[in-house]
């Protein structure tokens, strides 16, 4: 168990909807970051947010938005969903804000499903 | 940005037998290079990682080497165990900057 905790762990929605993933970091790790894993594609770079700010964007969509909350949970905000965003979401989280300086802890996935 | 590329994308051994991975990176300011092992249905977990500054790590049956100059790294497995049987991932970072990471290679160690 990393201590990371996102929900939900499975959704099925159908294409033009709007879905929320959520993730708690562990305790005491102010960084969290979103990424995105889909077939044969790895692990690709979404946002980070850290202790409430965004810090690094990566290849995020504009249909997709995050934000961190005081208790520094996050959420990933999906719109108008498509068929290409099924795929895995990841939240990780770190102590450090200074991304690239140590172990990623990771949750254990939301798995998308649009139809 | 960062670019990071992996090979093979899949790798078979036999139980006992070494398994190598390579990645190669695009940008040489990066400066930390973690390795992620996937096992299938679960999160994404660090082995091992290395810095720049050092061009070889070794935790047991795996090690990691590092090539500044040809902008390489590789993951080598000793021993494998069916337990070894994961996807791995290769990741780069530039200082300060989140963490780009390979396609992954899924290694099957076959008993």
């Known amino acids: 168990d990393s201590g990371v905790t996102q929900t939900p762990k499975h959704l099925i929605t159908a294409t033009g909807q709007r879905v929320t993933l959520r993730c708690s970091p562990r305790s005491g790790d102010l960084s969290v970051y979103w990424y995105q894993q889909s077939l044969d594609q790895g692990l690709q770079f979404l946002i980070q947010y850290y202790n409430g700010e965004e810090r690094a964007k990566g290849n995020i969509l504009e249909r997709f938005s995050a934000q961190q909350f005081p208790d520094l949970h996050s959420e990933l905000n999906l719109s108008s969903l498509e068929l290409g965003d099924s795929a895995l979401y990841f939240c990780a989280s770190s102590v450090s804000g200074l991304a690239g300086t140590g172990e990623l802890f990771f949750g254990e996935g939301s798995r998308l499903t649009v139809l | 940005g960062e670019n990071v590329e992996q090979h093979p994308s899949t790798l078979s051994v036999q139980e006992g037998d070494s398994a190598v991975i390579k990645c190669t990176y695009s940008d040489s300011a990066s400066n930390y290079f973690p390795w992620y092992k996937q096992e299938l249905g679960k999160r994404p977990q660090l082995i091992i990682d290395?810095?720049?500054?050092?061009g070889e790590k070794k935790d047991q049956r795996i090690a990691v080497t590092l090539n500044k100059t040809a902008k390489h790294f590789s993951l080598h497995i000793t021993e494998t165990q069916p337990e070894d049987s994961a996807v791995y991932f290769c990741a780069a970072s530039i200082p300060y900057t989140p963490l780009v990471f390979g396609k992954g290679t899924r290694l099957s160690v076959i008993a």
């Open positions: 290395i810095r720049s500054n050092v």
